[in-house]
């Protein structure tokens, strides 16, 4: 496989980071690495930051950049938003990583990571980390496609990214533990617990709180001390988003588009619309708590995802901040 290396930043996305709101030349954040508690951000690919506007990177240690998907031949293409996302990061002082997979990744990534085509996929994941001068790649394979190739996939890519001196990480459900091998584990630098998606629009004969408080503490229990991870390795997933139930209740809606509705429930968990339905979320009380058991009890907290989250006073990101920086 070949990649374009490309020397310094075009001016596309010196361009771009001017609509963001970022200088290359900004001065990094300072504090927050300092405490020892890790903050990951998802953000995913394709939005139109332009709109919606840079979350505050500042407020977290880790950036996810979600999700880089290969070709059928297992060719990456060289985005320049990918570029754009990692020097806005960096020029803040946060490491990135790339996060391959996701809930719906296209059908041949089995076959890309299948005996047949691993090394070759390896060594286009390992060579993205050059290209986009990141830290590491995420794994974030889900339901099926944590078969039987699985172990030595994640085994065979911690060596070719510790070659490189770069992180391999991944995001990890309860609701899948018994596909996860004890060896494949051990090749994460630490792992984002997903705790979330207990139920929803897929399963409208279970509607009810899709990430209760209950939930986090559960999955930091069995983590820990059923399968016997150190704390320091768990990061525990928060939703910024909910899940709707019932007449009129939208499938899903962003913490940000709560709040622009429903702007008197942001301390709340669930909210119920004309027509009776209810949509289920984490308001900040709830995303607090969660934050203060996951300082005593893990290595972080994991956001799935960045761009739903409020804007103004009433940010989750802010919330969780000003938690942390107390650490």
């Known amino acids: 496989m070949n990649f374009i290396k490309i020397p310094g930043i075009p001016s596309v996305l010196l361009c771009l980071l001017s609509i963001v709101g970022f200088s290359v030349s900004e001065t990094k954040a300072q504090g927050l690495a300092d405490t020892g508690f890790r903050v990951v951000g998802y953000l995913p690919l394709g939005i139109d930051l332009s709109r919606t506007g840079m979350p505050d990177l500042g407020k977290i240690t880790h950036l996810n950049i979600a999700f880089l998907t290969p070709d059928s031949a297992g060719v990456f293409a060289n985005d320049e938003e990918v570029h754009m996302l990692t020097t806005a990061a960096h020029a803040k002082g946060v490491t990135v990583l790339l996060s391959i ?71 990890i459900a309860t609701t899948y533990a018994g596909h996860y091998t004890k060896a494949a584990l051990a090749q994460f630098d630490f792992v984002n617990i997903m705790s979330y998606d207990k139920t929803g629009p897929w399963d409208k004969s279970d509607p009810g709180p899709h990430a209760p408080f209950s939930m986090a503490a559960d999955d930091l229990a069995y983590w820990t001390r059923t399968r016997g991870l150190a704390v320091a390795r768990i990061t525990l997933g928060l939703p910024f988003y909910g899940y709707g139930f019932g007449t009129n209740a939208p499938e899903s809606l962003s913490y940000g588009d709560i709040l622009q509705q429903f702007p008197a429930a942001r301390n709340s968990d669930q909210l119920t619309v004309t027509g009776g339905g209810i949509v289920y979320y984490n308001g900040a009380t709830t995303i607090k708590a969660k934050t203060a058991l996951a300082l005593q009890k893990a290595g972080g907290v994991m956001i799935w995802q960045l761009l739903q989250d409020a804007q103004g006073p009433y940010s989750l990101l802010t919330a969780i901040d000003s938690l942390v920086r107390k650490r």
Do not use: M, W
């Open 101 to 171: 997979g996701g809930g719906e990744p296209p059908r041949y990534l089995k076959k890309l990571v299948g005996k047949r085509h691993q090394a070759a996929f390896i060594q286009a994941l390992a060579a993205l980390t050059d290209l986009y001068q990141c830290e590491g790649i995420d794994v974030d394979l889900e339901g099926d496609f944590i078969d039987g190739n699985y172990e030595s996939f994640v085994k065979n890519l911690r060596v070719a990214l510790k070659a490189k001196k770069k992180l391999i990480t991944a995001a």
